[in-house]
């Protein structure tokens, strides 16, 4: 008798350390459940894992299975969705597979990380399209940093990029082009639309043409913001219906 219930302590202890060691595995999966790099592809499922072999459909998809200051990358050229960001996180179309928005009656990109970080867009295409075209291409309402590095804007109705006021963010725009922004019912839509007074745009190699003005600083038609729009290093802002100016120009040739 003595020896059957030292076999079923015995039992009972492995059994309890099994189910300890289960209870730790799952808690480390949960732990590791978002990765460092995720990817998208036009032939991906939102099902999938975002990995490199079974990448995610669009960016929506895979932000939710992308850690805070990841990085999702584009596979192969496709539409990838209108998607909202609220963590740190690094959006690149990777070279040679540009990755492409198409937003009707909303907008293609939102940024919004209440407690601060930075959000890199980088090798985008957005392009209001549809009966109702996009508003804005990239809506910025709170950020520590935003850098825009070769993306293509065309055809909003609103703003190209629109700061929030409360956004007190840092805005680098870089080798992007801006087209065709012009709602032509309001005197603040632009390329480039700075409303909050605690941010400045820093704007370089980038081209602003077919809209209604390259940069707008009014919070609404009749009071302008206190914000900064500093160009420097060869920029083009020709074309547009009505003209504007940056608040600063640096090192410009």
Known sequence: ???????GKTVRARLAACA?????????AGAHAQA???????VGDDVNPC??????????GAISKTASGGEIDVLDPGGFG???????IILDGSQGSIGSILFSATNAININLPTGGTVVLRNLSLTGSGTTLGLNAIRIIKADQVFIENVKIQTA?????LIDPGAEAKVFVQNTSIYNVNSGTTDSSAAIHLKSDASVVYVSNTTISGSHQAFSLLKD???????????FNNNRFEGNTEPSSPTDIIYER
């Open 51 to 60: 990995s490199r072999t079974a990448p995610c459909q669009t960016f929506a």
């Open 20 to 28: 300890v060691l289960a209870g730790m595995a799952f808690l480390s």
């Open 157 to 161: 109705s609103r703003a190209g990029i």
């Open 1 to 7: 008798m003595q020896i059957i219930a030292s076999i």
């Open 36 to 42: 460092t790099r995720t990817w998208v592809s036009g």
């Open 82 to 88: 209108a998607v909202t960001i609220t963590k740190p």
């Open 221 to 231: 038609d009749d009071t302008p913001s206190t914000g900064k729009i500093i160009s």
